[in-house]
């Protein structure tokens, strides 16, 4: 098989297996079905992807990356406050409230340490954010006298408070959206 094959085929097994992820939970994301809906013998999908914590680190990894570097994307496109946030709020509360239920209440406690692995990915996305944030204080866009790192800090607080909660995606996205969109207005930038 040529590396490319069996890349093609990795990003095969990592997509149907996220699909299955998404539909069924950590618990439902079962070899045998996985291999015979990509067609293949359990032992080469073995082969292909490692072991199954291997395939789970990717599927985090990809939902990552598909969720929120396209959330957070608009923050460091716009250089107006208001339209990134805006931007931001609104594919943020169109991001899948269930992916991050995923991560944090089945992947994550699952295998730890995958918690890490994407934790580095997402602390390098802060850094640009915090770094935004602090070229609109200099430009005097949003308030000067606050701390920005508390600032995402308490977002990103109010985000795993409400991803941990009982309460329906619906009930999380109301309650985040009036949550996150004080917290905006309270350092400035008027929505």
């Known amino acids: 098989m040529a590396k490319s094959d069996k890349a093609e085929i990795q990003e095969k097994v990592?997509?149907?297996a996220m699909d299955m992820m998404l539909k069924f939970g950590l618990r439902g994301l079962n070899m045998v079905e996985l291999a015979r809906e990509c067609g293949l013998a359990k032992a080469t999908l073995y082969k292909i992807i490692g072991s199954k914590e291997d395939l789970v680190?990717?599927?985090?990894?990809?939902?990552?990356?598909?969720n929120i570097v396209a959330v957070l994307d608009p923050m460091m496109k716009h250089?107006?406050?208001?339209?990134?946030t805006k931007q931001f709020l609104d594919k943020y509360f169109d991001y899948a409230i269930e992916s991050q239920k995923i991560l944090i209440n089945q992947i994550y406690k699952e295998y730890p340490l995958i918690e890490k692995d994407v934790e580095s990915n997402y602390n390098e996305m802060i850094v640009n954010i915090q770094h935004r944030f602090k070229t609109w204080q200099d430009k005097k866009l949003i308030r000067t006298d606050i701390e920005v790192d508390y600032?995402?800090?308490?977002?990103?607080?109010?985000?795993?408070?409400y991803v941990r909660s009982?309460?329906?995606?619906?009930?999380i996205i109301r309650r985040m959206r009036a949550a996150f969109i004080s917290v905006f207005r309270g350092i400035g930038i008027p929505l």
């Open 166 to 171: 009982d309460y329906s995606n619906e009930e």
């Open 57 to 66: 680190t990717e599927i985090a990894l990809e939902i990552f990356r598909i």
């Open 151 to 161: 600032i995402l800090e308490a977002l990103e607080a109010l985000n795993e408070f």
């Open 79 to 84: 250089d107006d406050p208001v339209i990134a």
């Open 14 to 16: 990592t997509k149907i």
